[in-house]
C-alpha cells in the first residue's frame, strides 16, 4: 500500500522475505500514478505472483477518479503479466464485456464484493455467489463484517460448500477467526499486512503472525479449534503459548482469541466435533458453566469454569476450573520461598488471611482454593452493596466461611500484619496501566501480593507493593502453572511437552 513504486518494490521484497506466496499491488494507494510506466516495472519486478488491485472510494478504496480510466489500467495490468487482478462486482459485466476476445492464459479475474456494515444470511451470500460467477469470474471474493463473532460461521459454510477458488473473509476484530480458519475450510487466500496497523481492511492480521503465531501452514481440513473466549482479548497470550506447544508436540490443532460477545450463541454456532475446547477468561467464567452439559465438582462449587472441553464421542461439553491451581501453586511456591519452608510442612496459606479483590469468575476460585488450604478469606468487590445489585463478595464469603468488605472499607482493614492480597478484577490491565484496586499505604500490610492481571506483567498494583516491601507474584505465574494442565486437557499429551521460556 505505498504510495511510491521504489516503496511498493521494497514492500514486495519484504513480503517475499517473510513467507508470502503472492502479493497485492494496491495502486490506489499510489501517488502521480502513471498505470503503464509504473505498472510495467511493478509487474516486472515482483518477487512474487501479483494481484492488481485499483480500489475506488465507493468500495472502501483509494480512488477517486474517472472510472473508465481505472478500468483501462486494469486491462493494462492484464496485459503486462499481472497473475491476478480484482474487479468489483457492481462494475464486473462492463468489465468483462471491454476485454478483447482472447485475454492472457495466465490472468485470473477475481470478482470481489464488500460489505462494510454486517454479514449476511447464508441464503443471501449464497446468491452473492452465483451472481459473482455468472460475471465470468476464475475467483469469488466475499469480504463482509462482524457485528458478532458468529457472523464468521455463514462465511465458512458458504466457503466449504464452494464449488469454484472463493476468498470468503469477515472483517473487524470479531472477524479474524474467519482469516486464519480460511485455511481449513478451503479458502482460496487470505491476506496478511506488512506491519501491524497498516492494514488494507480492518482487523487484518500481519504475515508474521499469520505464519508464525498461527502456524498458517499447518492448518488443514482436520485441524481442530481450540480457543480463549473474552471480551476484552486482544491482550491474551494465551495463543502464543498453545500454539508454539502444539507445533512443537505435533498436535494437529489451532487456538485462537475469540472476542465473544454471548457465550451461549457462540457455543450452539460452534457446535461442530471440531470446534474442541476453550479457556475461559474475564467476563465469561460463570456464563460458560452455564453452557457445560456436565460440570466438574470443583467448577460447580466454585461456580466458574476456566477450562470447557468437547468430549469427542458423543459431543458433550465438560466444564472445569484450573484457575485455582494455577494460581493458588504460585502462591505457596513464594511464601515457601520467603519463609524457607518444605512441602513437607504443608501449605503455607494454613491460618493465613487471604484477601480477595473481586468475586468473579478468578475470585471464586482462588477464594475456594485457598479456604481449602486453611486460610481465612476475605472478599471486597465493586458491586458490595449498590442499591438492587446481587452483593458477590457476601455471597462467595458465605460459602467459604469468610468476611466481605466493599473497596473503601479494605483501605482501613488491618486485623494483622503480613497478610496475602490477591487482585482478581481487571484493575489495572492494558490499556488503563496506571490504576490499582488499592491504595499504596494499604500494602504495608501485606507480605505477599498477588496480581491475576498479566498484561503487564508488572503492574501498578505490584509496582508498588514491592516497593512496601511484600513479595510479589505475576498473574503470569498462575496464567503458565494452568496452561500446562489445560495443554493436557486440550492434547491428551504430557504438559512438559510445553516450550516455556
Given amino acids: 500500500m505505498a504510495e511510491s513504486v521504489d516503496q511498493m518494490l521494497v514492500q514486495m521484497q519484504k513480503a517475499k522475505d517473510f513467507g508470502g506466496d503472492l502479493v497485492e499491488l494496491r495502486v490506489d494507494f499510489l501517488k502521480n500514478f502513471v498505470p503503464r510506466q509504473d505498472l510495467d516495472i511493478l509487474i516486472k519486478q515482483a518477487p512474487l505472483p501479483t494481484l492488481v488491485t485499483y480500489r475506488p472510494r465507493w468500495e472502501g478504496g483509494q480512488y477517486d477518479g474517472d472510472e473508465s480510466k481505472r478500468r483501462e489500467a486494469l486491462r493494462l495490468a492484464m496485459e503486462l503479466g499481472a497473475d491476478y487482478i480484482d474487479i468489483e462486482l457492481k462494475v464486473a459485466h462492463d468489465f468483462f464485456n471491454s476485454l478483447p476476445g482472447k485475454r492472457p492464459e495466465k490472468v485470473k479475474i477475481i470478482v470481489s464484493s464488500h460489505n462494510y456494515e454486517r454479514t449476511p444470511s447464508v441464503k443471501e451470500l449464497s446468491h452473492l455467489v452465483v451472481r459473482i460467477q455468472a460475471t465470468g469470474a476464475d475467483i469469488v471474493k466475499i469480504a463482509t463484517t462482524a457485528v458478532d463473532i458468529i457472523d464468521n460461521a455463514r462465511i465458512f459454510q458458504v ?278 484496586p488499592v491504595s499504596k499505604e494499604t500494602l504495608k500490610h501485606y507480605s505477599l501480593v498477588f496480581d491475576a492481571v498479566y498484561t503487564p506483567k508488572l503492574t501498578r498494583l505490584l509496582r508498588e507493593a514491592k516497593q512496601s516491601g511484600a513479595t510479589i507474584v505475576y498473574g503470569t505465574e498462575m496464567f503458565i502453572n494452568q496452561a500446562f494442565i489445560q495443554f493436557e486437557m486440550f492434547t491428551g499429551l504430557p504438559g512438559k511437552t510445553m516450550p516455556y521460556d
Avoid at 482469516?179 to 478451503?186: E, P
Wanted: aromatic share 8%; hydrophobic share 40%; net charge neutral.
Fill in 159 to 436: 466457503l466449504v460448500h464452494s464449488q469454484v477458488p472463493m476468498i470468503g473473509l469477515v472483517m473487524g476484530e470479531r472477524g479474524l477467526m474467519s482469516r486464519i480458519l480460511a485455511a481449513k475450510f478451503g479458502g482460496f487466500l487470505t491476506f496478511g499486512s506488512l506491519e501491524a496497523g497498516l492494514v488494507s481492511a480492518p482487523g487484518q492480521p500481519t504475515v508474521k503472525e499469520l505464519l508464525d503465531l498461527y502456524n498458517m501452514r499447518l492448518i488443514g481440513p482436520d485441524t481442530k479449534v481450540y480457543g480463549v473466549i473474552g471480551n476484552p482479548i486482544g491482550h491474551s497470550k494465551s495463543p502464543h503459548i498453545y500454539n508454539a506447544s502444539f507445533k512443537s508436540s505435533s498436535f494437529n490443532g489451532i487456538y485462537l482469541p475469540l472476542l465473544v460477545d454471548d457465550v451461549s450463541t457462540f457455543i450452539t454456532t460452534y457446535s461442530a466435533p471440531d470446534f474442541a475446547g476453550y479457556s475461559y477468561t474475564i467476563p465469561h467464567k460463570e456464563a460458560g458453566l452455564k453452557c457445560c452439559d456436565e460440570v466438574d465438582p470443583i467448577a460447580k462449587a466454585i461456580g466458574a469454569i476456566s477450562c470447557m472441553i468437547k468430549r469427542s464421542t458423543e459431543g458433550k461439553l465438560i466444564g472445569y476450573n484450573i484457575d485455582y491451581l494455577g494460581g493458588i501453586a504460585a502462591i505457596e511456591e513464594e511464601l515457601r520461598v520467603s519463609n524457607g519452608a518444605t512441602l513437607a510442612s504443608g501449605s503455607p496459606l494454613a491460618g493465613k488471611t487471604f484477601v480477595i479483590i473481586g468475586a468473579g469468575g478468578a475470585g471464586k476460585a482462588l477464594a475456594y482454593g485457598a479456604y481449602e488450604k486453611g486460610a481465612r478469606i476475605v472478599v471486597a468487590n465493586r458491586t458490595y452493596g449498590k442499591g438492587l445489585k446481587i452483593d458477590k463478595a457476601k455471597e462467595l464469603a458465605s460459602k467459604v466461611r469468610g468476611q466481605a468488605l466493599t473497596l473503601a472499607e479494605l483501605n482501613d482493614f488491618c486485623p494483622e500484619e503480613g497478610m496475602i492480597l490477591v487482585n482478581t478484577t481487571p484493575v489495572g490491565m492494558e490499556p488503563r496501566i496506571e490504576e490499582t
